[in-house]
């Protein structure tokens, strides 16, 4: 037995983990969504997101592996566009219908 089919896991295993975690925070915000839970359930919600998104950050776009110039502007994205989210709720939270 050669060392290939060791050295394909070794090549794997990062994104069939990343991707395993991903479907599972899946089938747990689908889950939560059955759930009433009030006013939390908005949190749970965006936490599960959040913990989604810094698993495709981190681990498929590579970022813990990049310059610090790369994280910078990665960050400067994810600043805008929480700056962004943040004006857009707050435009439909002062509305009155």
Do not use: C, E
Request: proline share 1%.
């Amino acid at each position: 037995m050669n060392g290939t089919q060791i050295d394909s896991w070794r090549l794997w295993k990062g994104p069939v983990l990343v991707w395993g975690a991903l479907i599972a925070l899946f089938a747990v915000n689908t889950a939560l969504a059955y759930l009433h839970l009030g006013a939390f359930n908005t949190a749970f919600h965006l936490l599960l997101a959040a913990a989604m998104i810094a698993l495709l950050v981190m681990f498929l776009m590579d970022l813990r592996h990049s310059s610090t110039l790369l994280r910078l502007f990665a960050g400067a994205g994810l600043f805008w566009s929480v700056f962004m989210f943040a004006l857009t709720f707050a435009d439909y939270a002062t509305r009155h219908y």
